[in-house]
Structures are given as structure tokens and as C-alpha cells.
């Protein structure tokens, strides 16, 4: 069946890169998503890309896929204080449903 | 600015009490969703709406119902709310189309606590 895995824990410094790593079991994935939550709120989409593309950068999000090894991830660079929140990864199915990890919630230090 | 909008932001209702939350959008998208979020887990999608075409998730409790009386609205009915019940329920919405990504756009969500 569909699974989407990601670490649940993340602790960076300000200032530093925050790298957030999800796994995915479905080869015909035909987009995945990374949605920020903050406390109390809904989902904020973050990025998506094609399953066809292996990278994507926008602004200090960078997005990494590895199809063959149904890897992605998403780098955030110059992480500040109001990154902090729980980022989640989804994969897009055929039908259009969207498969979410557990998200993976990023504490950033001062 | 387009959006998608829940209410309340914040709801309590008694054990076996219905309830009913709300979703609204104006983004004239034609696919409304409501997952259905417990603490420290991933959300899971109860049912969405291909415009009027309802459709129904395997394993969502018969107790879950949800109304579409048009485009810009959709409901959330909870028949008779039970202490596993109390969750976060979010309400997205996306235009499927050929050539660009089924996009989901998440409304803040509703945060239900049962009694």
C-alpha cells in the first residue's frame, strides 16, 4: 500500500540549513507537496514538484527527488526562528488523492 | 484574496450531540475535501467532492457525513460525536486539471473538542 515516511524530529540553529528527508512508496506518484503547519493551523502549501523533475529551488526552499530511490527532500536555508512548525510530505496519487507523512516538526534555536 | 475559510475555528460539543462544521471557499475551485487530523498524526481524508459526485472513504466512520449545496460550500456533519472524535478537521480544496498539479489549498481548520 501507499506509505510516506519521514523522521519526526528536527533541531537546527538559526542561521544554519535545515534538511527534511521523506520516503515514498508508490513509483507512480505524479506529484509531491511539502505543507508547513504552524501551531493551531491549517496547512500552508510550502512547494510541490514533478515526478519527472529531480530538483527545484524557490527562493530559500530547495526541493531534491530521487525517483529511484522514492526520495525527497527539502532544504531551507538561512532557517530563522519562524520556520519553526511541523513540515509535511505528500505524494499526489492517479486518482488524486494526497498520501501525507507525519510530518516532521523542525525546532529552530536561537 | 481567494481563499478557504472554516468555522468555527474552534468547536465543543457533548458526547452524542451533533455537530456541524463548515467550509467555505472562493477560489471557484470544483474538488472540496475534509481530512481529519488527531494529535501528532498525519491527516486522513474522510470523503471529497468532485463537484456534486461524492465520494467516500473506505474505512470513514458512517458517522461522518458531509453536504455540498454548491460550489463555494461544503459541510462537515458529525452525527453523533463520540470521544475518539475530537480532532483538528480541515477542509481543502483543488481544481484537477490536465496540464498543471492537482493542488490542494488547505483551510485554517477546525479544532473539535468532545465532552
Known amino acids: 500500500g501507499e506509505d510516506v515516511e519521514q523522521s519526526l524530529f528536527l533541531s537546527v540553529r538559526e542561521g544554519d540549513s535545515s534538511v527534511i528527508n521523506c520516503t515514498y512508496t508508490?513509483?507512480?506518484?505524479?506529484?509531491l507537496y511539502w505543507y508547513k503547519q504552524e501551531p493551531g493551523a491549517g496547512l500552508q502549501l510550502l512547494t510541490y514538484?514533478?515526478?519527472?523533475?529531480d530538483m527545484k529551488q524557490d527562493q530559500r526552499l530547495t526541493v531534491l527527488l530521487n525517483k529511484k530511490d522514492k526520495h525527497l527532500s527539502l532544504r531551507i536555508a538561512d532557517t530563522q526562528t519562524g520556520d519553526s512548525a511541523i513540515y509535511f510530505c505528500?505524494?499526489?496519487?492517479?486518482?488524486?488523492?494526497?498520501?501525507f507523512g507525519k510530518g516532521t516538526k523542525l525546532s529552530v534555536k536561537p | 484574496d481567494a481563499m478557504v475559510i472554516q468555522n468555527p475555528r474552534y468547536q465543543v460539543t457533548q458526547f452524542g450531540k451533533p455537530v456541524t462544521l463548515s467550509c467555505s471557499q472562493t477560489l471557484n475551485h470544483n474538488v472540496m475535501y475534509w481530512y481529519q487530523q488527531k494529535s501528532s498524526q498525519a491527516p486522513k481524508l474522510l470523503f471529497h467532492?468532485?463537484?456534486?459526485?461524492?465520494?467516500n472513504e473506505a474505512d470513514t466512520p458512517d458517522n461522518f457525513q458531509s453536504r455540498r449545496p454548491n460550489t463555494s460550500f461544503c459541510f462537515l456533519d458529525i452525527r453523533s460525536p463520540g470521544l475518539g472524535d475530537a480532532a483538528m478537521y480541515l477542509c481543502?480544496?483543488?481544481?484537477?486539471?490536465?496540464?498543471?498539479?492537482?493542488?490542494?489549498?488547505f483551510g485554517p481548520g477546525t479544532r473539535l473538542t468532545v465532552l
Open positions: 467532492y468532485y463537484d456534486k459526485d461524492f465520494n
Open positions: 481543502a480544496t483543488s481544481r484537477p486539471g490536465e496540464f498543471y498539479p492537482d493542488t490542494q489549498y
Open positions: 505528500a505524494e499526489s496519487m492517479l486518482e488524486g488523492n494526497l498520501i
Open positions: 508508490d513509483s507512480s506518484s505524479t506529484y
Open positions: 514538484i514533478f515526478s519527472n523533475m
